[in-house]
């Protein structure tokens, strides 16, 4: 069983639009989780942490249900520059533990 | 912005051939990691490292592996006999303490095996 599950896609969006990704984590012991953004050939970048209360970032918005172990990331108004993949990571503990990432989701966004 | 750095951006090596990567954590940061990402895969963690010892590894980091950090700056990654499946990307990563667990990832080395 994979341990961090996400669609590969690719999305393919125009600009403007409105996106969104999903993941399922397998360990229900996971504390902390994260969306990271990797663009082709580049080291993963940390987009935003995810909390159980859900929280924001600009456009972007990120959501917990740790009763069905998800996680979504909505994109709002898409720019060009989004274009990456978007990786979906949790760990099982706060602090030095290592990071599980899903294999990711590919985004394009099409002028 | 302090940055995590890693020599050389690229290397290839002759299978059986030892290889040695490099990283320079942040300067502050406590903890570091190496990560590897094979062509087309996910990210996958081998080795965490703190206080001067391993803290954790997975069973991809098996006896051909080791990480040393030999002064105050630099931590390495070492595989002894190169094989043709150890050819992918190589992260290394660091964070500051253990209440929150962001790291930072730096550039990667592509090591290619022949």
């Known amino acids: 069983r994979k341990e961090v599950e996400q669609d590969p896609g690719p999305f393919n969006v125009p600009e403007g639009a409105t996106v969104a990704f999903n993941c399922t984590y397998s360990?229900?012991?996971?504390?902390?989780f994260f969306w990271y953004r990797q663009d082709c050939r580049k080291e993963p970048k940390l987009l935003m942490s995810v909390y159980s209360s859900g929280n924001e970032d600009g456009r972007f918005t990120a959501q917990l249900n740790r009763a069905s172990q998800y996680i979504s990331l909505l994109i709002r108004d898409s720019k060009l520059s989004d274009s990456a993949t978007y990786l979906c990571?949790?760990?099982?503990?706060?602090?030095?533990?290592?990071?599980?990432f899903g294999k990711g989701t590919r985004l394009s966004v099409i002028a | 912005e302090p940055e995590v750095t890693q020599t050389p951006s690229h290397q290839v090596t002759q299978m059986g051939q030892e290889v040695i990567l490099r990283c320079v954590p942040i300067s502050n940061h406590l903890y570091f990691y190496w990560y590897r990402q094979i062509l087309g895969q996910k990210v996958e963690f081998l080795v965490s490292f703190y206080n001067n010892e391993i803290s954790e590894k997975s069973e991809i980091f098996d006896d051909q592996f080791s990480v040393e950090r030999p002064d105050g700056s630099n931590f390495t990654l070492k595989i002894r006999s190169t094989k043709l499946e150890d050819s992918a990307m190589y992260f290394c990563a660091s964070s500051l303490d253990s209440s929150y667990n962001e790291q930072f990832f730096g550039p990667g080395t592509r090591l290619t095996v022949l």
């Open positions: 360990n229900s012991a996971s504390q902390s």
């Open positions: 990571v949790v760990s099982a503990f706060s602090g030095n533990t290592p990071l599980v």
